[in-house]
């Protein structure tokens, strides 16, 4: 771990104890409650969630049900404010990229897929403490007609630091269907 990443987590750590009163919770929730522990504020579901995807900074290697493997690259850039997921032969020789974000209260999903359009879709579902993260569809760009075919939804799981799996589903001409899982493994 860099001296520079050090230096940012203990300055989100920071902040989170002066806004919190105490240590930060990252439990899940949708939005500023109250704990029943210690009656110290929750981080909004969303928040803890963009948090998360933070923390898979670095190189990854994803294997799909689909029978390929790729290598992924997610960074952290914008001063913080993105984390971008960065595919590499997922499609032979294409390289695809997903961008997250907050937006006020709301995390946010942008891919820039293959299929040449760019569905944006927003975490509707935190489940498992926040380990589990739903994403449904809000709208897209360059799509060639209403019923295009398009990413539709999808589902991040995060398992150790190591690992974490997503799962995307399709949308053509008013059917929706899971096209397929990725399990991802942290490359050393």
């Given at each position: 771990?860099?001296?520079?990443?050090?230096?940012?987590?203990?300055?989100?750590?920071a902040t989170w104890l002066?806004?919190?009163?105490?240590?930060?919770?990252?439990?899940?929730?949708?939005?500023?409650?109250?704990?029943?522990?210690?009656?110290k504020k929750v981080m909004?579901?969303?928040?803890?969630?963009?948090?998360?995807?933070?923390?898979?900074?670095?190189?990854?290697?994803?294997?799909?049900?689909?029978?390929?493997?790729?290598?992924?690259?997610?960074?952290?850039?914008?001063?913080?404010?993105?984390?971008?997921?960065?595919?590499?032969?997922?499609?032979?020789?294409?390289?695809?990229?997903?961008?997250?974000?907050?937006?006020?209260?709301?995390?946010?999903?942008?891919?820039?897929?293959?299929?040449?359009?760019?569905?944006?879709?927003?975490?509707?579902?935190?489940?498992?403490?926040?380990?589990?993260?739903?994403?449904?569809?809000?709208?897209?760009?360059?799509?060639?007609?209403?019923?295009?075919?398009?990413?539709?939804?999808?589902?991040?799981?995060?398992?150790?630091?190591?690992?974490?799996?997503?799962?995307?589903?399709?949308?053509?001409?008013?059917?929706?269907?899971?096209?397929?899982?990725?399990?991802?493994?942290?490359?050393?």
């Amino acid at each position: 771990m860099t001296g520079r990443r050090i230096l940012e987590i203990v300055l989100i750590l920071a902040t989170w104890l002066a806004a919190a009163g105490g240590a930060p919770s990252l439990g899940a929730t949708t939005g500023d409650q109250e704990s029943p522990n210690a009656g110290k504020k929750v981080m909004p579901a969303a928040a803890a969630a963009f948090e998360r995807f933070k923390e898979l900074a670095g190189t990854w290697v994803g294997r799909s049900t689909k029978g390929w493997e790729d290598e992924t690259t997610i960074d952290v850039i914008a001063g913080g404010s993105v984390v971008r997921s960065t595919s590499f032969n997922a499609h032979p020789g294409e390289t695809m990229l997903t961008l997250f974000h907050l937006d006020g209260d709301r995390l946010m999903l942008t891919h820039y897929c293959v299929a040449k359009n760019q569905p944006r879709m927003v975490a509707s579902r935190f489940e498992d403490g926040g380990r589990k993260v739903a994403f449904d569809f809000l709208d897209a760009t360059n799509l060639q007609r209403p019923g295009a075919g398009h990413m539709h939804a999808s589902v991040f799981e995060f398992g150790d630091r190591d690992h974490f799996t997503s799962r995307w589903s399709w949308f053509e001409d008013g059917s929706e269907r899971w096209m397929e899982e990725i399990v991802y493994e942290r490359k050393r």
